[in-house]
């Protein structure tokens, strides 16, 4: 066999075996491409059994559960926002609360209807046509950091003690996290925002209490009425001082409750 007739045969080998290990190959990859499509479905589902539940759970809590809210508005300083009344009237704060309730109102659902890939009929108020661009601002700005969701208004509830439903329960930047979506007529400053953080520290802990589960972190995605962005964050390190501030506001409430 000449040195020319012995390339063509090595040449052709090489194709061969070449094409039949591209051809394994890419059976495997389509094969583990199968099981990670099985893998994702069987996820979903465990997942919507889990949110199935602990809803059910959480709509059968007796009425001794306080609510989280009523919980920080009893404790809560006051005195700004009697300031306020007073400096704009009764009246007119009034309709600003009512009209801030129905934009807020309007942009949760907007939102849970885009985590939930669900439709959303829209009648173009003015209300809903302000909550859908806020509501965007938020899905642009903040959901982009939002990896898995777990659960979508998800009612919680720690031991005896207080009951409340957050946004979100997901992945967050790769970390578990809850996150609370808010509305608001102008942007906030850091310090005027605790009771969010207390909310925040709420939720975590009756979700943990609820599920076993170790969440230490949370953020708030706000958009103002001027469709203005802002993110604040709760960490690990905050999740402790929150938690902390936000037993004692508990027991602050049970306090006044008993003496009433």
């Not at 300031?83 to 704060?93: D, F, P, S, T």
């Not at 661009?133 to 950091?145: H, P």
């Not at 992945?171 to 996150?179: F, Q, R, T």
């Not at 943990?208 to 993110?231: A, D, P």
């Amino acid at each position: 066999m000449d040195s020319q007739a012995l390339i063509n045969v090595s040449f052709g080998l090489v194709s061969f075996l070449g094409g039949w290990v591209f051809k394994m190959a890419w059976s495997r990859l389509n094969n583990l491409d199968d099981d990670l499509e099985d893998l994702q479905k069987h996820h979903e589902a465990d997942l919507k059994e889990v949110r199935k539940e602990m809803s059910e759970l959480a709509l059968s809590l007796p009425e001794k559960y306080v609510s989280k809210q009523d919980i920080l508005s009893k404790t809560k300083d006051t005195t700004g926002l009697k300031n306020w009344e007073n400096r704009v009237g009764k009246k007119e704060a009034q309709r600003i609360r009512n009209e801030a309730a129905a934009v807020g109102t309007s942009m949760h659902l907007t939102l849970e209807c885009y985590l939930l890939e669900t439709k959303r009929e829209f009648d173009f108020s003015p209300v809903h046509s302000k909550a859908k661009k806020m509501a965007d601002v938020i899905v642009n700005e903040g959901l982009k950091y939002l990896d898995e969701v777990w659960g979508c208004e998800v009612q919680l509830y720690n031991s005896n003690l207080y009951a409340g439903t957050t946004d979100v329960v997901g992945l967050y930047k790769g970390v578990p996290h809850i996150v609370d979506f808010k509305q608001t007529n102008k942007p906030k400053k850091e310090e005027w925002i605790q009771d969010y953080y207390l909310q925040l520290a709420a939720y975590i802990n009756a979700h943990n209490y609820m599920t076993g589960s170790e969440i230490e972190n949370g953020v708030i995605l706000m958009c103002s009425q001027g469709l203005e962005f802002q993110k604040f964050e709760l960490n690990e390190i905050q999740f402790q001082k929150y938690s902390y501030m936000w037993f004692n506001r508990l027991d602050q409430y049970k306090a006044l409750i008993s003496q009433s």
